[in-house]
């Protein structure tokens, strides 16, 4: 079993910053992938930013340019540093685990709140 936890979300002002941390623990061999989602209200869950097993990214449309994940190997945790907030930023952030046997892994979220 694989366990995600989730940390760094809170209330933030337009124009802020926050940065997400998300370890992951337990059965880990292989991760094929690890990132971020987020979820607002009445919306489907969306894509934010993932890592690849070969270092490579991939951004929502919406971060590019204000988003940054990065990865620390050998404690198996992503970072999420977000700069540049804005109020459309506003949504609950899960932190997605994709093990090489493409088994798909979720934490429990972490709220964001960006005010205008």
């Known amino acids: 079993q694989v366990r995600l936890v989730e940390s760094g979300g809170g209330s933030v002002q337009a124009g802020g910053s926050l940065r997400l941390s998300c370890a992951a623990s337990?059965?880990?061999?292989?991760?094929?992938?690890m990132g971020w989602y987020h979820q607002a209200p009445g919306k489907q869950r969306e894509l934010v930013a993932v890592v690849n097993s070969d270092d490579s990214t991939n951004y929502g449309d919406p971060v590019k340019e204000r988003f940054s994940i990065s990865r620390e190997n050998a404690e198996n945790t992503v970072y999420l540093q977000m700069n540049s907030l804005k109020p459309e930023d506003t949504a609950v952030y899960y932190c997605?685990?994709?093990?090489?046997?493409?088994?798909?892994?979720w934490g429990q979220g972490t709220r964001v709140t960006v005010s205008s």
């Open positions: 337990g059965s880990i061999f292989s991760i094929r992938s």
């Open positions: 997605n685990l994709v093990h090489i046997n493409r088994r798909e892994y």
